[in-house]
């Protein structure tokens, strides 16, 4: 394998499968752990100036009413249960590994690739009445928020989309060479996977109900 | 596997050491075989990356410092033609020969932007951290190698996209490198959607860089090379990485708002009823301007320690080495730099005194602001206390290291001023500010950067750099430094103001005017002084090979080779002792290296 990859340099570090001794984790988990908490700032962000511009507009949304009565609270409920779904197939694809079951992998990690695209579906349907309505972004800030923040979670989700994708197709190959480092990528993706769950978790009561 | 030492640190060799020669040879002869694309190019080596990093850095810091040296001859002679530059720069930047505002605009935000993001942070980070990070804990690679390449490639379009804005219809992004709102969402020049675009790369690099540096130095050190016996350079990076990884995305959030302010026409930096050249703009408002402030200084507040921590980390190597003696307050010097990281993240608002946020918070802040001053007296005290007692070489990294001391002091001292709210009601915005840190980040964080150029060099090419040249450089960019930056602090004292285009139409500004004409000589001056290091730094390849360890030094990076292969250490080092091992007494020689067993 090292002299096949141009980036043989892999073959030298230590720790990309068996744990370390102090930490007791592999590189690539220290690694997702900390691009995670870059992620939980980026949200942050996004969320502090939702606060602050609620906090700050005479009344919420802006052009009078409830969020729920703007923004379509079924729709939202299934792709809630959708992307809860996604997280519990996409720990089954692990825990299928961990079995040495690959067939039994491939259906659930398929899973959930189809679910996020379902989520992505609704989530169009979604937009596009609003758009409809002729309620873009610019319509106002109540738009603007909704609109940019769970676009930046729907970008989130095509990135698992693209990542899983490719460790159920051209990234399976892992499996053959080193089986222990291709389950802990998948661990790792099922990590990143479950924290776009976790924001839409958020995301939804503060955006749909509150 | 060996137990854990009392250190905390462990082995990764034991059982692997087997596989780790194996893989090595191996690599070894496959190393060769590496086209040139591979090999020089979209390179996984962390040597290489560093290398890529610090040579495009120092391109754009030469890009950055040239905007300057334009700006500068408009304030020195404001209105005067440019002759043949004002021809080369064409009709609508400098209409027969004399500056447009509009591009002195473009020229003040760019400035900024260049040497912060694409010169300081990169060169500090990206090359040295890169370069020397792994070889000083005695690593093959960094932990990522294609997410080390990721970064490089992330860094250089955005770079690059950022340059190219200057041809964009309209020009670059002009409102100021810190690009506040209202103005820079109302402005129609596409160079500021640019800007935003080439900004969210730049974050992008360092995000993926800061993730690959903690990992990294978390799992990769060699065995015994626990978090006491860490040189303090490493420490300087670990922290660093923690403040890029935390701060950084909360800019990438505001520049995705400002995105979209731009680009979807909402209103997130934009408030109800504003009226601009008399009428009121057709936005929905409802937005804040100041929360762009806010998550703006967010970052660029951690940021200022991201630019001076690297520095902090070479000089404390420099020192120790020249010195001939170990630190003074290695432990300390650790604590603070953590305390300083911590702290960091609480002080942002002391760029916001003036915006009327409120008396409450601009307690708090310049609270902080006092606080955060204690830690980093101690790492100068430290530093000055390390000089005392030693056998000084005053080679030419230390010339420059031991000049970072008073001029990082200067530019921290002149900073209390600006954080206590009551002197920074008249200092706020005016050249005093300018003066205030560039003289932490131009003759301070610059001038560790030569340091660490001239100490590493060897490393990276086995040559040393001519010491003669060296010393011209230093000496002629110390002068020069000085000669810009301190009239500075009497202009900002006389009230002249950072933006102005004309400093002259002010009488106060009048009265003053012949300091502008100094620091713009000493400014061009500056870059005269930079030629000697330039053809130094080409020219040294030709040398002789230096021997190995040329400066006698304790820490790892000196058990590689002079450069080091692929993979670069011959077998899995070993550390046996603190990292400042110098003048121990009992010894037959100064300097007892971290590497070295036992005789």
């Known amino acids: ?210 | 596997m060996t137990a854990p030492t009392t250190h905390g640190a462990t082995t990764h060799a034991g059982g692997n050491e087997h596989s780790h020669d194996q893989d090595h040879g191996h690599e070894h002869a496959h190393g060769h075989e590496l086209p040139f694309w591979r090999k020089y190019i979209f390179s996984v080596d962390h040597k290489m990356i560093g290398l890529q990093y610090g040579l495009t850095a120092l391109v754009f810091l030469l890009v950055g410092f040239s905007l300057m040296m334009l700006m500068r001859w408009q304030l020195a002679y404001p209105g005067r033609p440019l002759g043949w530059v004002g021809k080369l720069l064409g009709e609508n930047a400098m209409p027969g020969g004399v500056m447009a505002p509009e591009f002195y605009n473009q020229l003040g935000a760019m400035h900024g932007t260049i040497m912060v993001f694409m010169g300081i942070v990169p060169l500090a980070v990206g090359a040295f951290g890169n370069y020397v990070v792994p070889l000083q804990i005695g690593a093959p690679d960094m932990a990522f190698p294609r997410l080390n390449m990721a970064s490089y490639w992330a860094f250089l379009p955005g770079g690059l996209l950022m340059i190219y804005s200057f041809f964009m219809p309209g020009g670059a992004a002009q409102s100021g490198w810190t690009n506040y709102p209202p103005l820079s969402v109302l402005t129609q020049v596409p160079g500021q959607t640019m800007w935003l675009f080439a900004m969210v790369l730049l974050i992008t690099s360092s995000l993926l860089g800061s993730i690959n540096f903690i990992v990294t130095i978390v799992q990769l050190r060699a065995k015994g090379l626990g978090f006491w016996r860490l040189p303090f350079f490493v420490h300087a990076q670990f922290v660093t990485s923690f403040l890029l990884l935390l701060a950084f995305p909360p800019l990438e959030a505001a520049a995705v708002l400002q995105l979209m302010d731009r680009l979807a026409g909402t209103s997130f930096f934009l408030p109800t009823g504003l009226v601009v050249s008399g009428e009121q703009l057709k936005v929905a408002g409802g937005g804040s301007p100041l929360l762009w402030q806010h998550l703006f200084w967010f970052l660029a507040h951690p940021e200022v320690y991201v630019l001076i921590l690297p520095a902090m980390g070479i000089v404390a190597e420099v020192i120790a080495n020249n010195t001939r003696k170990p630190l003074w307050g290695y432990r300390l010097l650790v604590y603070s730099v953590i305390f300083l990281g911590f702290m960091s993240f609480v002080v942002w608002a002391h760029h916001m005194f003036m915006t009327g946020m409120g008396t409450t918070m601009s307690t708090f802040f310049q609270t902080t602001t006092m606080i955060i001053s204690i830690p980093s007296v101690i790492i100068l005290t430290c530093f000055l206390m390390s000089l005392y007692g030693g056998a000084i070489r005053f080679t030419t990294p230390m010339l420059f290291a031991t000049a970072f001391l008073p001029m990082f002091a200067i530019g921290g001292l002149t900073g209390l001023p600006l954080g206590l709210t009551a002197s920074d009601i008249y200092l706020h915005d005016t050249f005093y500010v300018i003066g205030h840190f560039h003289y932490v980040v131009a003759p301070g964080t610059i001038f560790a950067l030569f340091a660490g150029i001239y100490y590493w060099y060897p490393k990276a090419t086995g040559k040393q750099m001519d010491p003669t040249l060296g010393k011209i450089h230093f000496w002629l960019s110390f002068l020069c430094m000085n000669g810009i930056f301190m009239p500075m602090f009497f202009q900002g004292m006389a009230g002249l103001s950072r933006r102005l285009y004309d400093p002259t139409i002010y009488a106060h500004g009048r009265a003053i005017q012949s300091l502008n004409v100094v620091i713009s000589w000493s400014a061009w001056g500056l870059f005269l002084a930079q030629l000697p290091f330039i053809w130094n730094f080409f020219s040294s390849l030709a040398r002789a090979r230096a021997v190995e360890n040329p400066w006698s030094a304790t820490t790892l990076e000196w058990a590689a080779p002079s450069p080091p292969t692929h993979g670069n250490f011959p077998t899995p080092p070993v550390v046996y002792r603190e990292p400042y091992e110098y003048s121990v007494p009992g010894q037959t020689s100064d300097f007892h290296p971290q590497f070295a067993g036992e005789a």
């Open chain 1, 1 to 210: 394998m090292a002299e096949a990859s141009p980036y043989a340099a892999d073959a030298l570090i230590p720790h990309t499968v068996e744990p370390h001794p102090v930490t007791g984790i592999p590189n690539g988990k220290l690694g997702i752990w900390l691009f995670l908490a870059s992620e939980v700032m980026l949200f942050g962000a996004l969320f502090s100036t939702y606060v602050v511009i609620r906090t700050t507009a005479p009344h919420w949304p802006p052009e009078g009413g409830l969020s729920s009565e703007i923004l379509n609270v079924p729709l939202a409920t299934v792709n809630t249960a959708v992307l809860i779904t996604s997280s519990i197939t996409m720990v089954l694809s692990w825990a299928s590994l961990k079995m040495q079951n690959l067939p039994r992998f491939r259906l659930w990690l398929g899973s959930t690739i189809a679910l996020a695209f379902v989520f992505l579906v609704i989530k169009y349907f979604e937009y596009t009445h609003k758009f409809e309505l002729g309620h873009y972004p610019s319509h106002d800030n109540f738009y603007a928020v909704y609109f940019t923040l769970t676009g930046l979670h729907g970008v989130h989700v095509i990135g698992g989309i693209i990542v899983n994708t490719f460790l159920l197709t051209a990234g399976s190959r892992m499996w053959a060479t080193e089986p222990e480092r291709f389950t802990n990528r998948i661990e790792n993706a099922g990590l990143y996977w479950h924290f776009v769950e976790l924001v839409w978790i958020f995301l939804f009561p503060s955006l749909y109900l509150l």
